[in-house]
């Protein structure tokens, strides 16, 4: 599978969960390497202050949840791999979830 197929193939995925979802690929050296960027809503319970940066409790747990839920969709998908100088296997793969 190429590396278009593989980033059709995970936006028709994660898309019946988040309509607005992003799958991008890399280019140059980085080809192959796949970002994907969602936005959710805040929960309502939200308490975050923005002078103080990070999230709040409620934000974090919202976040994990998609985070969590996003892995498991993409799961099935195979991603690039690449072997590092010390013979370490990796794949890439960038997740961005923007609370909203």
């Known amino acids: 599978m190429d590396c278009a197929e593989r980033n059709r193939q995970l936006k028709k995925l994660l898309k019946k969960d ?3 979802v992003r ?3 890399d280019r ?3 080809y192959g390497w ?3 960027h ?3 809503p805040k929960p309502s319970t939200c308490s975050c202050n923005p002078l103080i940066p ?3 409790q409620a934000c974090r747990d919202r976040w994990n949840q998609h985070y969590t839920r996003i892995t498991t969709l993409a799961k099935g998908v195979e991603m ?3 072997a590092d100088d010390m013979g370490f296997n990796h794949s890439e793969c ?3 979830i923007c609370l909203v």
């Open 18 to 20: 988040y309509p607005n």
């Open 23 to 25: 799958v991008t690929g």
């Open 28 to 30: 140059g050296t980085a």
């Open 34 to 36: 796949v970002s994907i």
């Open 38 to 40: 969602v936005s959710v």
């Open 54 to 56: 990070g999230y709040c």
């Open 80 to 82: 690039y791999h690449y």
């Open 94 to 96: 960038t997740i961005s």
